[in-house]
């Protein structure tokens, strides 16, 4: 019984120790079985190359790759200012409407002048305040002046007047609501009156 149980061990501890020492070698290298010194020294500077061309290829792989990063990085950035400039546009857009009642409110000057006066301070600073707000945010008025060229890209034309001089043809000859840009943007055009020169 215990001579089974020795050889047992003794297969187990063959076979343990075959397999740690057990040693690979590098087929690429041995496989030919090479005894020349100067030959297997030819097959290593060959396997270098190889080597040096992957380590390279991946090392433009990986350069591309940041590079890709970097440029989907700023996209990102740049998509996110664009989306926070167009939500301030559309919140200062409906601002305006406020900015614009103030405006009518203050044009009827019978009846402001009607109106208390530490009421009225009290709305106009308001307004001053709506108006900074609205500054800081790159909203700015856009009014063109009298006598400037009516230009369809910048104006609206919401009356034509008479004029007798054909050099005051196609001029704005006056303001009907004044118009706003946002950072340097016309978003609402003023509404002008353009004069039209016709020979008799």
């Known amino acids: 019984m215990n001579t089974d149980n020795d050889e047992i061990k003794k297969e187990g501890k063959d076979e343990g120790e075959e397999a740690t020492d057990e040693v690979v070698y590098d087929s690429n290298v041995d496989s030919d079985n090479l005894t020349d010194p100067r030959e297997k020294l030819a097959k290593l500077k060959e396997k270098i190359k190889v080597l040096e061309a992957e380590k390279s ?24 200012k664009e989306y926070i400039k167009f939500a301030n546009e559309n919140l200062l857009e ?5 900015l614009e009642s103030f405006d009518m409110a203050f044009m009827n000057k019978e009846q ?62 006056e303001i009907k609501k004044k118009g706003y840009t946002m950072n340097g943007k016309i978003i609402i055009a003023p509404k002008v009156v353009v004069g039209e020169f016709k020979s008799v």
Do not use: C
């Not at 090392?59 to 990063?69: I, K, L, P, V």
């Open 57 to 80: 290829e991946y090392m433009n792989g990986w350069q591309r790759e940041r590079a890709d990063f970097v440029n989907f990085k700023k996209r990102a950035e740049e998509e996110k």
């Open 94 to 98: 409906e601002m305006l409407t406020v």
């Open 112 to 173: 402001w002048n009607a109106v208390p006066q530490n009421w009225r301070v009290g709305v106009e600073y308001i307004h001053s305040q709506l108006v900074k707000i609205l500054d800081d945010n790159g909203l700015k008025e856009f009014v063109p002046k009298i006598g400037d060229k009516f230009d369809v890209k910048d104006h609206v034309a919401e009356e034509v007047a008479p004029v007798e001089k054909e050099s005051e043809d196609g001029l704005i000859k």
